[in-house]
């Protein structure tokens, strides 16, 4: 049996880890000296009251390789295939987590640690087609193919509410996340070769979301395509959106997703983005 683990710097639809059977490593969210592991003593509500609550903003840090190991020997069995799944090695220590437990725990398990080179709900969906993949009998090759596809082929674009979170997180410049709050500009980023990379600043909520949406048609035109929506403590703005992806889109599949406790704690509530990819 195949074992998929993400962790949860990555994002799944709702249902998607009972039906597709995905292990979750928590991240550890870290605020006012206390660790708190994202979804087990830390859920969403929990997170965003304790940032209205709070002058401090929580940080976040990579399971440590002790984790992984007591993780990946709860969830299986000796002998068994382990594909792990996980953020970006250029944003997060957690890539290098993982090899050192699937180095440690080479004689128990076939650990095979993936870089998705991205994160949200980018991990998510390679979970799902993994687990799909491997439920029709496709070989292990077979499935890494797939995800390198989808790793090469993936758009993640999203815009931010505020820079409050990017600039306290180190993840944007003090002053021009400053000058950015001062003349209330919305700024595009994009993950491109698993980094974050400031784009186009728009000057409103509204103009942001288009061109969210102006980027999806440039980059697949009619391609047939498959789509996530990722919203932050803004479920109505992100169906919204999900609908004009459907609408504007030649869409095979497309979900709505909330972003991960690890990636808002730097991004900020209100953030919304649009991961999307080839069918083929």
């Not at 710097?9 to 490593?25: N, V």
């Not at 401090?56 to 002998?79: C, D, H, M, N, W």
């Not at 992100?238 to 459907?246: F, N, T, Y």
Request: proline share 3%; with cysteine; net charge negative.
């Amino acid at each position: 049996m195949l074992r998929i683990v993400m962790d949860t710097a990555g994002d799944l639809s709702e249902g998607w880890q009972k039906e597709y059977q995905i292990d979750l490593i928590p991240i550890n969210i870290i605020h006012e000296g206390k660790t708190y592991l994202q979804g087990i003593d830390l859920g969403y509500e929990d997170f965003y009251k304790l940032v209205e609550n709070s002058s401090t903003l929580p940080s976040t840090s990579q399971p440590t390789p002790y984790q992984f190991v007591e993780f990946y020997r709860k969830i299986a069995k000796p002998g068994e295939t382990i594909l792990s799944i996980h953020v970006t090695e250029k944003l997060s220590g957690t890539m290098a987590s993982a090899n050192q437990a699937a180095e440690e725990l080479k004689s128990e398990f076939h650990i095979i640690p993936f870089d998705s080179a991205s994160g949200t709900i980018s991990m998510g969906v390679m979970a799902k087609e993994a687990q799909e993949l491997d439920r029709t009998g496709k070989s292990l090759d077979e499935i890494i193919k797939r995800l390198e596809f989808i790793r090469s082929n993936t758009m993640l674009v999203f815009t931010l509410d505020t820079l409050k979170f990017a600039s306290m997180s180190g993840r944007v410049k003090h002053l021009q996340a400053s000058l950015a709050s001062l003349l209330k500009v919305k700024p595009i980023i994009e993950l491109k070769d698993g980094l974050v990379v400031m784009g186009e600043k728009v000057r409103s909520r509204a103009k942001s979301i288009d061109t969210l949406l102006e980027k999806m048609k440039q980059k697949f035109g009619n391609q047939r395509i498959k789509a996530a929506v990722i919203h932050a403590h803004d479920k109505e703005a992100g169906l919204e959106v999900l609908h004009r992806v459907i609408s504007q889109n030649n869409c095979a599949e497309a979900v709505l997703a909330e972003l991960s406790i690890s990636l808002a704690a730097n991004f900020g509530p209100g953030t919304l983005g649009i991961v999307a990819y080839p069918v083929e």
